[in-house]
C-alpha cells in the first residue's frame, strides 16, 4: 500500500523531534507515512502536512509486522528506546525493513548491536543514533581516529548555547536519574559517578566548562573508530557541576518512582519544545581530542545546528540514502557506514571536518 521509493515509515511523529522530521521531509523530497499509538494526535498532523498515516501499538506484533511489510525504512522517534526499541526491530527483522532511530542510551545501543547477525542474514542496516545523538560526535571521533590512527584516548564533548529541552528527552533522564555515569575503559564499558571529571574546554566559539556524562558514544565511537578508552562530556556550570557531584548521596531517592513521577508531572505542564524562535537563535558546538601511546595528541572543534533541528535533518539525510540503496547490513553507527564528512551534509554544520 505504501511502497513508494520516497516512503518510509515514522513512528513517535506526534513527538517533538517526531513532529520536526514530519514537516522536515518534503525538503529531501520524502513522504513519511506519520505512525504513533494515538489517532486524535496522528491524523490532525498528517491532515496538515496532507501525508498518510497509520494508527499502531508497538504492543501489538501482528498490526506492526503488516504495517512494516509495507516499508522498506523505519525512522523510530518514539522513546524511551529502553521501552520501544527492542519491539521495533524485532518486527524490522522478521519483515525485512531497515531500522533507524534517534536514541541516545548506551545500553540500548549495546542491545542493538546484539542483532547484527541476524541483521545481516537478512541484508538490513540497523542504525541507532541517527540524531544528534550521534551523528557529530561520531563524525567527529572518526575524524580523529583518521588523523591519529594509533590512538588510544579519545575524548568527546558537547555543549549548546541556546535552545531548551523536549518532554521526551527530560522523560528519557528521569528514567535514567540516580543511574550514575560511564566511560570506556581498556575496551570495556564501565560504571562511575556522573560528572566523575570535569574540565575547561576551548569549543573556538567560546570556553566552557564540561563534566564527564554517559553519553551514547561511550558504545558507538568504539564501534566506529576502535579506540578503546572513551570518555564523553557535556557542557555544565561550575556550580551545577558542584551539585551534580553529590548526587550519589542522592541516588536511592532519585531511583523511587514516586520521585520520578513527581518530576514527570511537572515536565507535562511545561511547553512540548523549544519554540521554532529559540531553536533558530541556538548553535551546538562538538569538541574532541585524541592521543596515542608516545603522547602525540589531537584536538578539534566545529559548530553545528541545535540538537532538535539536526536530528530532523540528519535522519531524513540518512532515510534518503537507505532509500536509494546506500547502506550496509548489520548494525553501523553514522560515521562508520557514511564517512566523518556525514555531519557537513546537515544544515548549519560550520566545519573543516
Known amino acids: ?14 513527538g517533538y523531534t517526531g513532529v520536526l522530521i514530519a514537516k522536515y ?72 525493513t531497515h531500522y533507524l532511530d534517534i536514541n541516545g542510551d548506551i545500553s540500548v545501543f549495546e542491545m542493538i548491536k546484539s542483532f547484527d547477525a541476524t541483521a545481516k542474514e537478512k541484508n538490513i542496516m540497523l542504525m541507532p543514533g541517527v540524531g544528534f545523538d550521534v551523528v557529530p560526535t561520531d563524525c567527529m571521533a572518526l575524524h580523529l581516529r583518521n588523523k591519529l590512527p594509533d590512538a588510544t584516548h579519545l575524548k568527546l564533548a558537547f555543549a549548546s548555547i541556546g535552545g531548551g529541552v523536549s518532554h521526551g ?41 564540561v563534566m564527564s556524562i554517559p553519553w551514547g558514544d561511550i558504545s558507538t565511537a568504539y564501534f566506529t573508530t576502535g579506540i578503546p578508552n572513551i570518555e564523553t562530556y557535556t557542557g555544565v556550570k561550575p ?36 519554540s521554532d524562535e529559540m531553536r533558530s537563535k541556538a548553535i551546538a558546538m562538538v569538541w574532541g581530542e585524541a592521543h596515542d601511546a608516545q603522547g602525540v595528541t589531537l584536538a578539534d572543534h566545529f559548530t553545528c545546528a541545535d540538537g532538535y533541528t539536526l536530528t530532523a535533518h540528519s535522519s531524513l539525510i540518512i532515510a534518503k540514502k537507505v532509500l536509494e540503496g546506500n547502506f550496509k547490513p548489520g548494525y ?15 544544515p548549519g554544520t560550520a566545519s573543516n571536518l
Not at 180 to 204: C, N, T, Y
Open 169 to 209: 528527552t527530560a522523560m528519557t533522564i528521569v528514567s535514567r536519574l540516580g543511574e550514575g555515569g560511564a566511560s570506556r575503559q581498556h575496551g570495556k564499558i564501565v560504571s562511575e559517578p556522573l560528572g566523575k571529571k570535569g574540565m575547561w574546554v576551548d569549543f573556538g566559539e567560546k570556553k566552557l566548562f
Open 332 to 346: 553501523q553507527t553514522p560515521a562508520a557506514c557514511y564517512g566523518e564528512k556525514l555531519v557537513k551534509e546537515i
Open 239 to 274: 556550580v551545577v557541576y558542584k551539585i551534580m557531584k553529590m548526587q550519589g548521596l542522592f541516588n536511592r531517592l532519585l531511583r523511587m518512582e514516586l520521585v520520578k513521577n513527581i518530576i514527570r508531572k511537572k515536565i507535562k505542564n511545561r511547553p512540548a519544545g523549544p
Open 1 to 14: 500500500m505504501f511502497m513508494q521509493s520516497d516512503s518510509f515509515l515514522l513512528y513517535g511523529a506526534n
Open 25 to 96: 521531509a518534503a525538503q529531501y523530497g520524502c513522504r513519511p507515512i506519520l505512525a504513533g499509538r494515538r489517532e486524535d494526535v496522528i491524523k490532525p498532523l498528517a491532515d496538515e502536512l496532507k501525508l498518510p498515516y497509520a494508527i499502531i501499538d508497538l504492543e501489538d506484533a501482528a498490526q506492526l509486522k503488516a504495517a512494516l511489510q509495507q516499508v522498506n525504512v523505519v525512522v523510530h522517534a518514539a522513546g524511551p528506546f529502553a521501552h520501544t526499541a527492542k519491539q521495533m526491530i524485532e518486527a524490522c527483522l522478521q519483515t525485512g
